[in-house]
């Protein structure tokens, strides 16, 4: 499926590289990547971003514990100054009244001082936070941003679920149906690809609804392909759709879907052949299947 990119609304994804259609790959192998130079330029424009404004909150704390420091000494040299001035107020009986007075006023000045400095200081502290905490938040988002581009870059990147065979979806593509190519564009979403494994097909026919009752889930059946007339692959019946569908002749006639397992593999057995069912000797309840 063409990625979904997460934060980005993009028309369309142009396909830059593409395994041929028949490939055999295994699990992890690359499939399809997409062209990604957008995503890649935004990751590295973020990145280098998110490293400035992460030198900018450093700065921020640095400065902070400097001012911090610097503040808690003048208060620190406040609270020496108020002790003195006390000392000075418990000599004021021998002390002139000039003194006495100076020294009143020296007590009432570092008193208001230290108050001032305390009061100051707490709020020089949340002030400082408040500036940090903004520099982290941008830094942050950007690196969010950042995170986005990369996951985007490596969805651009398809990689096989399984191991199996490459097949390529039909789609609808530039006014027509038509199998993608190398530069083509797709629609995020788009269905474009599948790995199938050989080993395990099944076939999806149709059944009329006067063969239904005589169908039981379990019982083995033959598979022939068009493609190849004198191949027969043994099968099983894995599913009967039990919600019938309108007939092309009738609204009144029925068909019903079913589900066939294929029973071991061949190299001539592809996905998207078209093929018959067989299920009994007669040859009554045989059933195209696409």
């Given amino acids: 499926m063409a ?3 997460a934060g980005q609304q993009l028309n369309t994804l142009t396909i830059t590289r593409l395994v041929p259609s ?3 790959v295994k699990e992890g192998d690359l499939l399809a990547e997409f062209d990604r130079a957008a995503q890649m ?9 998110a490293s400035d404004q992460n030198d900018k909150v450093e700065e921020a704390q640095a400065k902070e514990i400097a001012d911090r420091a ?15 001035a006390k ?9 002139s009244r000039i003194d006495a007075e100076k020294a009143s006023e020296d007590l009432d000045e570092t008193q208001a001082t230290v108050a001032q400095l305390k009061e100051t200081f707490d709020l020089k502290r949340k002030a400082a936070q408040a500036a940090i905490r903004i520099l982290e938040m941008q830094r942050d988002r950007t690196r969010e941003t950042m995170l986005h581009a990369q996951a985007n870059a490596a969805l651009m990147q398809i990689r096989a679920p399984i191991a199996g065979v490459v097949v390529y979806n039909t ?15 797709v629609r995020p979403g ?17 059944v009329n609804q006067e063969d239904l009752l005589r169908l039981t889930v379990g019982e083995p059946v033959r598979v022939y392909l068009d493609a190849y007339p004198d191949l027969v692959l043994p099968g099983r019946l894995e599913s009967i759709d039990p919600m019938g569908q309108p007939g092309g002749f009738s609204a009144q006639l029925r068909t019903f879907s079913v589900t066939v397992s294929i029973e071991g593999s061949n190299p001539r057995l592809m996905p998207d052949l078209s093929a018959a069912v067989e299920i009994g000797g007669d040859g009554s309840g045989k059933s195209p299947a696409p």
């Fill in 70 to 84: 610097k503040d808690e000494t003048e208060l620190l040299q406040a609270e020496d100054a108020l002790s003195k």
């Fill in 171 to 185: 789609i609808w593509k530039q006014n027509a149906m038509g199998e993608v190519q190398e530069g083509d564009q």
């Fill in 22 to 24: 028949g490939t055999r």
């Fill in 87 to 95: 000392l000075e107020m418990g000599k004021v009986d021998i002390l």
């Fill in 190 to 206: 788009v269905r474009f690809m599948q790995v199938v494994n050989p080993a395990a097909m099944e076939v999806l026919a149709k």
């Fill in 41 to 49: 330029r935004d990751f590295i424009d973020k990145q280098a971003e």
């Fill in 3 to 5: 990625p979904m990119l």
